[in-house]
């Protein structure tokens, strides 16, 4: 088990930047993901880790070792691959021992070399030594797949061809496990179980993992920390809460969680208060301090109050009219708009409670606490 | 310093060392071909780089070059009418299998004609002669003493139905015998032409034979051309044919090519006449590809349409007639051969006047080492083309090398006496002295027909997808153990499928053997066209029926091994 280091890591494809200055220091044992929309550089990140892409400059250390000249086959990563990549002539047993056959192929005089060679071709003809069995079934039982050793990975589920692709990476006790949106072909509700299993395994091996997702929802709930990218470029590195309250930019506002982003200007400080105006007569109070006269306010729409007949105090109040209502069962989301600006408001929903007419005026507040400025 | 010598890794090399098959066996006997076209005298490239003396020479003979042979083609009347003969003979013999091709073809692919699967099943018997038997098969049919033309005889007709010796024989037998080529072709363009505009056509109005010509037609049409410049070139390039059946006085090019060096050794006759054959084989290709361009069948046939198919029995009877009709030619020739080689005598009567063994004996004493030598050769073009076609495909899909996958193309284009004398003339003399042996006849037998293999190879290696071989590596394995234990597998399939392919049109290849094998490396197919002119037909008969038996056993072992990797 180790840490992963990368410093100034930079990639060029044929003088295209996809990466410029990743620094990541991901610690011993942690679970953390890389999270962005497609195209911004995390899997060629991770590529770049596992030895399948070459860095243009930089360095990776893995376990306090500079890993940049050594071949991806010396890097002890263990990689499950988006597709899983499982080799179809084989069956589960036999994907699953890859790693230790070629272990043993390492170790061995030329003659033993071509008895392994056989094995690899046709497990039938050359028997396992009880070290390799003994492991393969561990770890099989592990991901709960004894029962299915020796059927061809075609004959398997997609949950369970996935656990081949983690068995098969962790059987080789890498150093770093790495996951390519390993959950992207299961389908909803596997997809829930899997995330558990994965992140039950992590936690009892306490392996280093790095987990490639778009999905923000999948990296909030699984990692320890996440790193936000966008561009080729890292805009943020916190833990899943950390991000979400305090994001460093409308991007990761709007990426991580939805967000209602107001953009206005700074009319006065004071006692410990920023006013903002983003409208003609609109204000909006915030705890943020900020020295920016340009600033986007950031409020969260479960955040958001609806006023009724009872007299809540506000500091912050807008009225507007309901354009949607959606009823998404626990909660209701309306989108309102206030003086120009698109709203999105959660409100829990109890039975019995009439759902607004679209339409009709409503009545917000916000607390200033939970008006961010950026 | 150490950095490049990392690049240079294993695969780098093997890349290096198959370029330089390529340009050796390939390229360099093509590029000298057409240098001596110029210096009309025989040119060593290989000898003028290692010896000074050699070098000179060489150069003389470039000062001394000419265009007289360019100019004589065309002034002299013999090449001309070489040239044109073939050019007219391979028309005609696309137009007659184009014609002959659309009703079986329509008929196959959109019909309930009757015995539909039988004559599926026998249009793949031409496929199985190499065309010099066929050849020689049709002058016992249709010879002066041929049981046709007794049969003929007998009607009241008068001399022979058909002068096997003439170019309405040769062209007969071209069309007989090369329809099968545009066959399919033709079913699978029928097949996916968008049916849906047919029922749109019909939708509105149109009826059968108005929606065939304004819809169905044209849409096929395309498809059609191209085939039809299938069969141009592969009459144009057909040596086994004309060798047997032209008669002195007609001159067809490959003909001419072939007693130019074999007979005259007159090598700027022969070098002109491989450079016109190459430049109208390569023209025809390029025409192809380009009547082809943004057409493509496979994109449509991913999904099936349910077509509906024709069973109007006036149409459908005629159609299964007219295909019966086809079909049985190739048929009777097989059966012919078959009776002559259990014959005792057989001329001037309709069936022969006894039965005897005695011809499958003489050849088994006598001529074993013919079929050694075959399955030798065939097994060593098998080896190298293996291992070529491998590592070629792995270059053409994970590297995109265009360089190779043009090189493998090349050998599609050039006809096989025009690729036999470019290898002739460069390896005639040291320091590669290589004209006569075993070896270079494989090489031969292989490049030749190494576009088949890279094609089935090609297809499998596009099927496995580069994060397999990365998982492989990611789990432990050199580059190599990656290849060895699953690429290789993977591949396994198509490399079959292609080494059969291989095998089989390497026992029937005919324009190289003839032009290059050495007597004590004589295969069949050698032994089979000196019999038949030494007119020891019955010999050749049994020789061919065997030739043609291991043929038909390899190809049910192909479609065996083809099915069982489609469950």
């Given amino acids: 088990m180790g840490s992963v280091e990368l410093k100034q890591l930079k990639k060029d494809f044929s003088g295209v930047t996809v990466l410029q200055n990743i620094d990541l220091d991901i610690k011993e044992g942690e679970f953390f993901a890389l999270l962005g929309p497609s195209g911004c550089g995390k899997t060629t990140t991770m590529r770049c880790i596992a030895g399948f892409e070459t860095a243009t400059s930089g360095t990776i250390e893995i376990g306090g070792k500079d890993v940049a000249k050594l071949s991806p086959n010396a890097r002890n990563c263990g990689m499950v691959f988006q597709s899983y990549a499982l080799f179809p002539h084989m069956n589960v047993f036999d994907n699953v021992a890859y790693s230790l056959n070629i272990k043993e192929l390492k170790k061995n005089n030329l003659f033993k070399k071509f008895g392994v060679y056989t094995r690899m071709l046709n497990s039938k003809l050359v028997k396992y030594p009880k070290e390799i069995k003994e492991k393969v079934n561990n770890i099989l039982e592990y991901v709960e797949l004894s029962d299915h050793a020796y059927k061809l990975t075609s004959e398997l589920s997609g949950g369970q061809q996935q656990r081949v692709a983690l068995a098969r990476a962790l059987v080789m006790e890498p150093e770093v496990l790495l996951m390519d949106e390993p959950l992207s072909n299961l389908d909803l509700k596997l997809r829930h179980t899997m995330r558990n299993t994965i992140r039950r395994i992590q936690q009892e091996l306490k392996i280093t993992t790095i987990f490639v997702t778009h999905d923000q929802e999948e990296a909030m709930s699984m990692a320890d920390r996440i790193a936000v990218m966008k561009d080729g470029e890292i805009l943020q590195v916190g833990t899943p809460t950390d991000l979400y309250s305090n994001p460093k930019t409308p991007f990761i506002a709007d990426f991580v969680g939805t967000s209602n982003i107001i953009p206005g200007t700074v009319v006065a400080r004071e006692n410990g208060l920023t006013t903002v105006r983003i409208g003609e007569q609109q204000m909006i109070k915030s705890a943020t301090q900020t020295e920016q006269d340009d600033v986007k306010a950031i409020i969260r729409p479960e955040n958001l109050t609806v006023i009724g007949e009872e007299n809540e105090s506000f500091d912050n109040t807008f009225e507007g009219e309901i354009l949607f209502a959606t009823y998404l069962g626990s909660t209701v989301r309306y989108d309102i708009e206030v003086e120009g600006h698109k709203l999105v408001v959660d409100t829990t929903y109890e039975s019995g409670n009439q759902i607004r007419q679209e339409g009709s005026k409503i009545k917000l507040g916000v607390l200033p606490e939970r008006v961010l400025l950026i | ?567």
């Fill in chain 2, 1 to 567: 310093m150490r950095g490049l010598i990392n690049k240079i890794n294993g695969l780098g090399f093997v890349k290096f060392l198959i370029y330089g098959f390529f340009i050796l066996f390939l390229i360099i006997p093509l590029l000298s071909v057409f240098l001596v076209s110029f210096t009309n005298e025989p040119i060593n490239l290989f000898g003028s780089l290692v010896s000074v003396d050699q070098f000179q020479r060489t150069v003389e003979q470039f000062k001394n070059a000419t265009l007289e042979n360019y100019k004589s083609i065309f002034s002299y009347g013999h090449y001309f009418t070489g040239l044109k003969n073939s050019l007219y003979l391979s028309f005609i013999v696309s137009i007659l299998v184009l014609l002959l091709c659309m009703p079986i073809a329509y008929g196959i692919a959109r019909t309930k004609m009757p015995f539909k699967k039988t004559i599926s099943a026998l249009c793949t018997i031409p496929l199985i002669f190499p065309t010099f038997i066929s050849a020689y098969a049709f002058i016992i049919m249709f010879g002066r003493a041929g049981w046709v033309t007794y049969i003929y005889q007998q009607l009241g007709g008068e001399g022979m139905l058909i002068d096997p010796y003439s170019m309405t024989g040769i062209a007969l037998v071209q069309v007989f015998f090369f329809f099968p080529y545009a066959l399919w072709p033709m079913v699978a363009a029928f097949k996916v032409s968008d049916v849906s505009l047919e029922e749109a056509s019909r939708n509105m109005g149109s009826k059968g034979w108005l929606t065939f010509s304004t819809v169905t037609f044209p849409l096929a049409l395309p498809g059609m051309l191209s085939t039809a410049l299938v069969i141009f070139a592969v009459s144009f390039s057909d040596f086994g044919t004309p060798i047997i059946l032209a008669p002195s006085d007609l001159n067809l090019i490959v003909v001419d090519a072939y007693r130019e060096i074999a007979g005259f050794f007159n090598w700027g006759s022969a070098a002109i006449l491989t450079v016109i054959m190459i430049a109208v084989a390569g023209f025809v290709y390029w025409l192809q590809n380009f009547l082809l361009k943004g057409r493509n069948y496979d994109t449509l046939s991913g999904k099936p349409k349910q077509v509906k198919l024709n069973e109007n029995k006036a149409l459908t009877v005629p159609l299964s007639i007219f295909s019966w009709f086809v079909v049985i030619i190739p048929l009777l020739t097989l059966a012919t051969v078959f009776v002559q080689s259990i014959a005792k005598t057989w001329g001037l009567e309709p069936l022969p006047t006894g039965y005897t063994l005695d011809h499958y004996r003489t050849i088994f004493s006598s001529s074993l080492g013919n079929i050694q030598n075959s399955l030798l050769l065939a097994g060593g073009a098998l080896v190298l083309s293996v291992v070529v076609a491998s590592f070629v495909s792995y270059f053409v899909v994970r590297h995109r090398s265009t360089g190779l996958d043009f090189m493998t193309t090349v050998p599609l284009i050039v006809p096989g006496i025009a690729f036999g004398i470019a290898l002739i003339q460069t390896f005639n003399t040291a320091p590669l002295h290589l004209t006569g042996t075993a070896f270079i006849l494989i090489v031969a037998y292989s490049i030749r027909r190494l576009p088949y293999m890279v094609r089935s190879t090609v297809g499998t290696m596009r099927a496995i997808k580069q994060d397999i071989e990365e998982a492989a590596i990611n789990l432990g394995a050199s580059t190599l153990t990656a290849a060895i234990t699953i690429i290789g597998p993977l591949m396994l399939p198509g490399i079959a499928a292609g080494s059969v392919l291989v095998f089989i049109t390497v026992i029937k290849e005919t324009s190289i053997s003839v032009l290059m094998a050495p007597p004590d490396w004589a295969p069949m197919s050698l032994a089979i066209f000196q019999n038949v002119l030494r007119a020891e037909y019955y010999s050749a008969a049994a020789m061919s029926v065997i030739l043609v038996a291991m043929v038909l056993v390899l190809q049910g072992l192909a479609s065996l091994l083809s099915n069982r990797n489609k469950t």
